[in-house]
C-alpha cells in the first residue's frame, strides 16, 4: 500500500509502515483494539470472541471517557494548587502589614495617653519651656492624625485579610475535592484496563495476535477507503503552525496511548494534541471537553489540514485532521497513534486553532 498526497507533508511516514509497526507493537502487548462505525471485510468470527471485542471496546471506552477526566481533575489541582498557595503568600504578607500597623498605633497611643494626663492650657502655664511645649503639642496633634489614619488601614487591612483568609479555605476545599476525584478518575480507570485484560486472558496467544493484526487491517482499510494508499489530497494547513503542529503529531505514529501522559513517548489523545501544538508554540487547554472551545468552530466540511477533530456528543476524544478524510489520533487505551478516517467516531466539531 502507498500513500499519496499531492502536496505531501514533509518528513510524514508511510502509512504502510506505521501499520506495520502499529500492528507488531500492538501485538507484541497482546491487546486488542476499539470498536468502529466501518468495518473492513473479514473472516467472521466465533461469536464468543467476537463478545469479548465488544466487551474489550466497551470498556476501552469507559476508561477514556474516565481519562479525559482525570486529565480535568489533574489541570484543576494544578491550578487551585497556585491559587491556594498565592493566597496563603498574601495572607502572609497582610498579617505582617497588620502587625507593624497595629505596633505603630500602639506607639501613638502611648505616647498620646502619657501627654494627656492634664488640660493642655495647664501644662502650657506650668512647663518651663512654652515653645518646645508648643512644639510637641503640634507633634501630638500630627500623631494623632497619623493615629486616625493608621486605625482606618488597620481595619482595610484587617478585612481584605479576612476576606484572603476565607477565599484560601475555600481553595483548600476545592483542591481536596479535585484530589479525590483525580483519584476517582485513576480508580476508574484501572478497573476498566484490568476488566479488560481479563477478558483478554481468557483468549489464547494466536487470537489476541490476530485481534491485534485485525485491528490494523482494519484502521488501514478505514483510512484508505479499501484501497492501497492514503490519499490526503492537497488541501494546505490553516496557518504555518497548524503546519507544524500536524507535522508534529505524524512524527509521533506509533507511540503507544498512556493516560494522562502528554508525551513526548506516550499520549492520551488530549495530551497528543496538547504536545503537537504545543510544538508550534501555542498551549492547548489539557482536556478534549476544553480543547473544543480553543479556536474558532468550522464545519466538517470546511476542515484543513492541523483542525482539532472533537468526537462523540461529550467530547471525550479528539484527533487532529490530515486531510483527506483521515485524522491522527491516540485512539484508545492499548493502541499506538495512528491515521484513521473522521467518519469512524460520531464528530462533535472541528476547531480550528
Not at 103 to 118: C, F, K, M, S
Not at 208 to 237: C, H, I, Q, S
Not at 241 to 252: E, N, Q
Request: aromatic share 6%; glycine share 8%; with cysteine.
Amino acid at each position: 500500500m502507498s500513500m499519496h498526497r499531492r502536496s505531501p507533508l514533509s518528513g510524514q511516514p508511510r502509512l504502510a509502515r506505521a501499520l506495520v509497526f502499529t500492528a507488531a507493537a500492538t501485538t507484541a502487548l497482546g491487546i486488542t483494539f476499539g470498536g468502529a462505525a466501518q468495518a473492513a471485510p473479514h473472516a467472521p468470527a466465533d461469536p464468543s470472541k467476537q463478545e469479548i471485542r465488544a466487551q474489550v471496546d466497551q470498556l476501552y471506552e469507559e476508561a477514556e471517557r474516565a481519562s479525559e477526566r482525570f486529565n480535568a481533575a489533574e489541570e484543576r489541582q494544578r491550578r487551585l494548587q497556585s491559587e491556594a498557595e498565592g493566597l496563603q503568600n498574601q495572607v502572609a504578607a497582610a498579617q505582617e502589614e497588620l502587625n507593624r500597623l497595629r505596633t505603630d498605633l500602639g506607639a501613638v497611643a502611648a505616647a498620646q495617653y502619657r501627654a494627656g494626663g492634664i488640660d493642655p492650657a495647664v501644662a502650657l502655664m506650668l512647663d518651663s519651656d512654652p515653645a518646645g511645649y508648643l512644639s510637641r503639642a503640634r507633634s501630638l496633634d500630627q500623631a494623632a492624625e497619623r493615629q486616625s489614619a493608621t486605625v482606618r488601614q488597620v481595619i482595610d487591612r484587617q478585612l481584605r485579610l479576612d476576606q484572603r483568609r476565607a477565599e484560601t479555605v475555600a481553595r483548600l476545599s476545592e483542591l481536596e475535592d479535585a484530589r479525590r476525584a483525580l483519584a476517582e478518575s485513576k480508580q476508574q480507570i484501572q478497573q476498566r484496563l484490568d476488566q479488560a485484560q481479563r477478558l483478554l486472558n481468557t483468549l489464547g496467544t494466536a487470537e489476541r495476535v490476530r485481534m491485534a493484526t485485525e485491528d490494523a487491517k482494519e484502521a488501514e482499510w478505514r483510512a484508505t477507503r479499501g484501497t492501497d494508499r492514503l490519499d490526503l489530497g492537497d488541501l494546505p494547513a490553516s496557518s504555518d503552525r497548524a503546519a507544524t503542529a500536524l507535522a508534529a503529531a505524524v512524527s509521533r505514529i506509533g507511540s503507544p496511548y498512556v493516560y494522562g501522559s502528554t508525551g513526548p513517548r506516550t499520549f492520551d489523545c488530549s495530551g497528543l494534541m496538547y504536545w503537537s501544538w504545543r510544538q508550534a508554540g501555542v498551549t492547548l487547554p489539557r482536556t478534549s471537553q476544553a480543547q473544543m472551545y480553543a479556536g474558532r468552530r468550522v464545519s466538517l466540511s470546511e476542515a484543513r489540514p492541523g483542525d482539532l477533530v472533537i468526537f462523540f456528543r461529550d467530547m471525550h476524544h479528539v484527533g487532529m485532521y490530515a486531510g483527506g478524510g483521515v485524522v491522527v489520533h491516540a485512539p484508545h487505551p492499548g493502541a499506538r497513534v495512528r491515521y484513521e478516517s473522521v467518519n469512524a467516531m460520531p464528530v462533535a466539531g472541528v476547531v480550528r486553532v
